[in-house]
Structures are given as structure tokens and as C-alpha cells.
């Protein structure tokens, strides 16, 4: 499931009701251990003197009563029981609308990337200035450094273990209820990526503070004896830098981060020439009355931005028409269906018969592109949202291989992609266009257009491009992807490999 959409919409009346259990759950524990506070300062006053409590007989009758009787009553009480199982009933209520522990994980992987969970980098803007900061408790850099060491990823378990280590260094010996882990687990796999990072020596240090706290770890201590010996053999005396994980759906990664960190690059000079924005009627009577309004993007590749191409209104027609229909997207693999770490979010198809709103955008996308729509000359709408960390790491829309499944539909390859914003973002969620080198913010409304296919029919590698995690928010697309077979007669093809 798409990691945070679920957090956010996971049914905020669910949570709320799930808020108000706690609360009364906590009222009803309070008042079931005031009278248990009582009793114990009861027996701890009697206490104070035990020589003078065994030797006064009332002092004793009062305490031996207290122990014979009241004790078992206070603490076998079962109105504790009673509470608890309440505040689980309320949960297994609701615990479908809760984020799972896939949320959980995504989330921690979405955050991974934010270092300190501060939106900015030195010597840049902040890309976004939240309105009040909320800082991780220790236990939560710990989940997220262990996502990050599940998947192998050390360049990432360090940094978060660290941060880790250190918050728990503040609060030892505060034990917070909701904590699961401890500074013990921080230092444990602390000491663990650092070994796997070649730098031994910190391994060695981190795992004999480890053995302060617990003596007696047999796993530990054979492995402070293990680093010993290989510091002797002179091994990682000299520790390589950390390399962050390139994983190998993301050859581009390097310009994938530079491009969503610094939204929209600068065409150069000569293109600038070529940029412009216009009316546009298309000879299209839906047109004649509210010309299109055209933003050229870029020239190579072609991509032009259409301001207001919907109202507040259609979008959220949109949005609620989708919303019930929404599932973890998928891609695909071979030949089944998938879901992927690089495309986090959630998706659905609508037609054009589901709705009138729907039906309009259709003939609006006709009149801009000229382009023909009709069966099997385009696919369905699709509607995608993204939570927070949501994103869609670089990739063609058009097929690259015969094999892909978009050839079932017998019309050739995606020609062109419509791609609508229905929502603004807060912060992050741009598209950007990685060989291209720029990137286009989230304008509410607006539609993005571009080619997918050169003149010749062939991919236009310049195309390669992606959806930003969205940072803050929640971000909403419609795609409307339209085939080669049908447009003929309004692109016509061209031998020249450039056109
Ligand atoms: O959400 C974006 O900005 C890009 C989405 C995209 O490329 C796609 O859905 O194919
Ligand atoms: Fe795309």
C-alpha cells in the first residue's frame, strides 16, 4: 500500500475515534490506580518502622490485613482487564484503517532519505518550512535505521543509528512505555553496519559500550573478539567512505535527487528564444469561448504545460469518483503485475461512461491535442495518488520492449502523455525530466503534455522522467495516455530520426 496515503486518509474518523478510546482509556486506568497509590502509600507508611509495625499489634493487624486481604483485591483486580480489553476491542475495530506495518516501513524508508528530518541542505533553500518542526524520538530514528539495515542499506543505517544512539544517550534510563527498543538495539546494529562498512574500529567501540550495559551477551562479546583480531591483522584500519546504495532500477539517481531538491531547471538561452505562452483555439469550437492556456516548457523534449485545464470542482469529482477504487500501484513484470519500491502510490482506472466529469475531460484533451481518443486509441483515465514519501522513480511511459503489455491493446505504443495535477502539494511532487534536466512544480489544475515517440515511431529517450516524493501533502495526477494508431493524420510520421 502506498506508505502514507493510508496514514492520511486511513479513515481520520477511525482515528479519532481511536484517539478518544485512548483517552478514555487513560481516564479509566487513572481513576483505577488512584485508589492502588493510596494503598501504597498506605503500606509504605506502615512500613516505615517495620520493627515498630510488627511490634505495635495494631500496626500489624493493619498491615497483615492489608497484605491478606486489600493487596490481592487491589492487584487482582480485574477491572484492569476489563479496561484493556476494551481499548483492543476499539483497536480491532479499526485496525484495517491503521497504518499496517508496510505504512510504517514505507514511511521510514520515505523519510530515510531526509537526514535529521530537515527538508534542506546546506547552502540551499529549504524546499519546505513546515510551520512547526516535529523531531523523532530515539525509538523512531531506530525503526528507521533498521529499515535501512533490513535492506542491506548501511550508508543509511548509520546515519539514522547514530542519531539513534545519541537520543537514547539523552533519556537512559527514562523508560518510555511505547519504546521497542532500547540503546542496547541501537548499539548492537550500530556497531553491526559499521562492520559491514569496513570500519572496524568504531564496530569494536560501539559493541564495548554494548557489554557495559550487558556483561553477559555472548554474541557480542565473541564479536568484540572478532574485530579485535582483525584490527590486529591490520584490517579496516583504513575505513572507505560510505557509499550510498544505488539500486539498479535507478541508474539516473544522482540527477533523479538533484533535480526534485531543486525544482525546475533553467532552459538555456537559445531555447528561452523558443519558449513562450499562447492561447490556443486548435479551430476546436470547445475551445472558441476559453482558449487553451498554453506554457511551453521545453522544446526536446516537447513539453507544454495547460494552465486551468480543470476547474476545483471537476477535480474533486475526480478524486471522489477514484477514491473508493484506489489500490497499491502496480507494474508491470514479465508478465504479471507487480508492485514496485519504485513506484510508491495508489491508483485506479476510470472510464469515461463512469462519470459526465469524466466524459468532458476526454472531449477536453481531444480539443487541446487534436489528438483521437477513440477505442482502443487511448487508454482509460488513470488516477493516482501519492502520499507522503509517494513518488515514481525515472521511467518511460511508452513501452521499450515488444514484449510490454501495452501492445495488447492493439494500437500501437503511448504516443503522447496528458497528465493532469488535482491537487497542489506542499512541498516536493514535481515531475522532473532527468536526461532533460528540468523539472515541472505541481500546478494545481494544469495539465502536462508531451510526445513519448519520436516522428519515426521510436521512444525519445529525452522523456525519462519522474515523479518527486512528495515531501509534504498529498499529491494528486490523472494520466490520460494516448497511442500512436489513430493520430495519423494529426502527427504524421517522418523518416528523420530528430523530428
Ligand atoms: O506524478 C508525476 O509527476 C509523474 C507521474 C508519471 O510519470 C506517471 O504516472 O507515469
Ligand atoms: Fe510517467
Not at 487541446?368 to 525515472?394: C, I, K, M, R, S
Amino acid at each position: 500500500r502506498d506508505v502514507l496515503c493510508d496514514a492520511e486518509r486511513a479513515g481520520s474518523a477511525g482515528r479519532r475515534a481511536q484517539l478518544r478510546r485512548l483517552r478514555s482509556y487513560l481516564r479509566d486506568e487513572s481513576s483505577r490506580l488512584r485508589p492502588l497509590r493510596r494503598f501504597y502509600e498506605k503500606v509504605q507508611a506502615l512500613h516505615q518502622d517495620p520493627e515498630a509495625s510488627v511490634d505495635n499489634p495494631l500496626l500489624a493487624f493493619s498491615l497483615i490485613k492489608r497484605l491478606h486481604s486489600d493487596w490481592p483485591n487491589i492487584i487482582y483486580n480485574d477491572e484492569a482487564t476489563r479496561n484493556t480489553q476494551a481499548l483492543h476491542a476499539g483497536l480491532r475495530e479499526v485496525e484495517q484503517e491503521l497504518p499496517g506495518a508496510e505504512d510504517l516501513d514505507g514511511a521510514a524508508r520515505a523519510v530515510k532519505g531526509l537526514a535529521n528530518g530537515v527538508f534542506q541542505r546546506a547552502g540551499h533553500p529549504p524546499l519546505y518550512s513546515p510551520g512547526w518542526r516535529a523531531s523523532l524520538f530515539a525509538d523512531d530514528c531506530f525503526h528507521v535505521g533498521k529499515v535501512a539495515y533490513d535492506t542491506g542499506d548501511y550508508y543509511h543505517s548509520i546515519a539514522w543509528l547514530e542519531e539513534a544512539v545519541s537520543l537514547f544517550h539523552l533519556s537512559y534510563g527514562s523508560w518510555n512505555l511505547e519504546d521497542r527498543s532500547s540503546l542496547e538495539d541501537a548499539l548492537d546494529h550500530l556497531a553491526f553496519s559499521y562492520f559491514m562498512a569496513e570500519n572496524i574500529s568504531h564496530a569494536l567501540s560501539l559493541s564495548r559500550e554494548f557489554l557495559r550495559y550487558d556483561p553477559s551477551n555472548q554474541r557480542v562479546s565473541r564479536n568484540v573478539a572478532k574485530y579485535k583480531k582483525l584490527l590486529e591483522m591490520g584490517m579496516g584500519a583504513s575505513a572507505r567512505p560510505l557509499q550510498r546504495p544505488n539500486s539498479t532500477h535507478l541508474q539516473t539517481r544522482d540527477a533523479y535527487e538533484e533535480l526534485c531538491q531543486h525544482p525546475r531547471g533553467q532552459p538555456d538561452p537559445e531555447q528561452l528564444l523558443h519558449l513562450s505562452c499562447s492561447y490556443e483555439t486548435n479551430n476546436s469550437p470547445f475551445l472558441l469561448l476559453q482558449p487553451a492556456k498554453k506554457e511551453m516548457v521545453w522544446i526536446q523534449p516537447h513539453v507544454a504545460l495547460y494552465h486551468d485545464f480543470i476547474t476545483d470542482a471537476e477535480a474533486e469529482t475526480i478524486k471522489g469518483l477514484a477514491g473508493p477504487w484506489l489500490q497499491r500501484s502496480v507494474v508491470a513484470s514479465g508478465e504479471k503485475q507487480q508492485k514496485a519500491e519504485y513506484w510508491i502510490s495508489k491508483s485506479t482506472w476510470l472510464k469515461d461512461t463512469v462519470d459526465p466529469v469524466v466524459h468532458a475531460l476526454d472531449q477536453r484533451i481531444i480539443a487541446v491535442t487534436g489528438l483521437d481518443l477513440w477505442p482502443p486509441y487511448a487508454e482509460y483515465l488513470q488516477v493516482v495518488n501519492y502520499g507522503l514519501g509517494g513518488h515514481y522513480e525515472p521511467h518511460f511511459d511508452h513501452a521499450t520492449s515488444t514484449k510490454s503489455p501495452l501492445y495488447r491493446m492493439k494500437s500501437g505504443n503511448r504516443i503522447a502523455t496528458v497528465m493532469i495535477y488535482l491537487s497542489a502539494v506542499e512541498a516536493g511532487g514535481s515531475t522532473a525530466f532527468i536526461y532533460a534536466n528540468f523539472s515541472v512544480p505541481v500546478v494545481k489544475n494544469a495539465a502536462l503534455f508531451w510526445w513519448n515517440l519520436r516522428r519515426n515511431g521510436n521512444g525519445d529517450g529525452d522523456t525519462l522522467h519522474a515523479g518527486c516524493p512528495v515531501l509534504a501533502g498529498d499529491k494528486w495526477v490523472v494520466n490520460k495516455w494516448i497511442h500512436e494508431h489513430g493520430q495519423e493524420f494529426q502527427r504524421p510520421c517522418s523518416a528523420d530520426p530528430h523530428d
